[in-house]
């Protein structure tokens, strides 16, 4: 069974840099699948913030690309999410999330999520 | 890119159908059969009930059906149940190879 779980600070400073890894197991982050972050604000709808493939190539939400990273540690089977400048409009649940090949474009796995907060 | 719309609120009786839209555009649901849905309970995450337009993951009730029309998706949950009520959301794969949901559709049993 494929399992996600976040994790990472639950408070970030304003203009600070938001941390979170996405720790994956029954399934291998080199297989040809893409993992993706996905946030939810507070009693609102599901955001995409981009994923990263396999190989390593990326792809981000034009609304949040210039202060986005996420990156894959092969050795340790994780997903890390990186956003950088951030404010109380950050403040969120974050989850990542799987899609595979087979079923390209359904998000079928999906951690927990993890509460981040933006607050001085 | 901008969300896919949703209305933001939905009610039936147990046994009814009801039926809940997402309306994009020529840049995401118009052009693409990548279209999901997914079902949220309070405090947990997503579960993916439709993907592919119409196409339901094993596991997944089959009172649970979607089609797409135009820049318009929909799911139709038949014979509600009070486990229905839940947060109901689309996503679409855009035109510029990135993904978008809708604001999400609270399903509330009466």
């Known amino acids: 069974q494929v399992h996600l779980q976040e994790s990472g600070p639950g408070l970030v400073k304003p203009s600070g840099t938001l941390s979170l890894t996405c720790s994956v197991s029954g399934d291998s982050i080199s297989s040809s699948n893409w993992w993706s972050w996905v946030r939810q604000t507070p009693g609102k709808g599901l955001e995409w913030i981009g994923e990263i493939y396999h190989s390593g190539s990326t792809q981000y939400n034009p609304s949040l690309y210039r202060r986005v990273t996420i990156s894959m540690d092969k050795s340790n089977n994780q997903v890390s999410l990186r956003l950088n400048s951030v404010t109380a409009a950050d403040t969120a649940v974050y989850f990542c999330?799987?899609?595979?090949?087979?079923?390209?474009?359904?998000?079928?796995?999906w951690g927990q999520g993890t509460l981040v907060t933006v607050s001085s | 890119q901008s969300a896919l719309t949703q209305t933001a609120s939905v009610s039936g009786s147990p046994g009814q159908s009801i039926t809940i839209s997402c309306t994009g555009s020529?840049?995401?649901?118009?052009?693409?059969?990548?279209v999901s849905w997914y079902q949220q309970h309070p405090g947990k995450a997503p579960k993916l009930i439709i993907f592919?337009?119409?196409e339901r993951p094993s596991g997944v009730s089959d009172r649970f059906s979607a089609s797409k029309s135009g820049n318009t998706a929909s799911l139709t949950i038949s014979g509600l149940q009070a486990e229905d009520e839940a947060d109901y959301f689309c996503a679409s794969y855009t035109s510029r190879s990135t993904w978008v949901f809708g604001g999400g559709t609270n399903v509330t049993v009466l």
């Open positions: 592919d337009v119409t």
């Open positions: 999330a799987r899609m595979t090949s087979t079923w390209y474009g359904a998000f079928d796995y």
């Open positions: 020529k840049n995401d649901i118009g052009s693409y059969t990548y």
